[in-house]
């Protein structure tokens, strides 16, 4: 999935506000996936994913209509936004190993590069 940004969190949420309660950490944890999904499909075709967007959190929640937003004091919106990071902190440790086999561990990068402060 695309770095998640405070916009993402609000459009996620506001999808989330469509839903009886005992269903949004499931709703989230779905929309969160299906993000990551977008984003991998992206970086292999080139192309958006035709039903989950581009990878982002929120171009998958705009596809699910989100509601107008609501203040940020209200309480059924704040759950909904701490659903939406729950969900995002439990698929973390997926994200981080896709991202290290990416890019490769740090260990490997900049190799045999020196600075002109080593040298002193």
């Known amino acids: 999935m ?4 405070p916009g993402d969190l609000s459009a996620a949420a506001r999808v989330l506000l469509r839903l009886p309660p005992e269903g949004r950490a499931e709703a989230a944890r779905r929309l969160v996936h299906e ?3 977008a984003d991998r499909y992206r970086l292999l075709t080139g192309r958006v994913h035709p039903e989950f967007g581009t990878g982002s959190l929120m171009s ?3 596809r699910a ?3 107008p937003e609501p ?8 759950r909904c936004l701490i659903a939406v ?3 995002i902190l ?3 440790p997926v994200a981080q190993e896709t991202q290290r086999v990416a ?6 990068r900049f190799t045999g590069m020196s600075s002109p402060q080593s040298s002193q």
């Open 2 to 5: 695309r770095p998640v940004l």
């Open 35 to 37: 993000a990551a999904v």
């Open 60 to 62: 998958r929640a705009l």
């Open 65 to 67: 209509k989100p509601l």
């Open 71 to 78: 203040l940020i004091d209200q309480p059924d919106y704040a």
């Open 85 to 87: 990071l729950e969900a």
């Open 90 to 92: 439990d698929a973390q």
């Open 103 to 108: 890019v490769g561990s740090s260990s490997r």
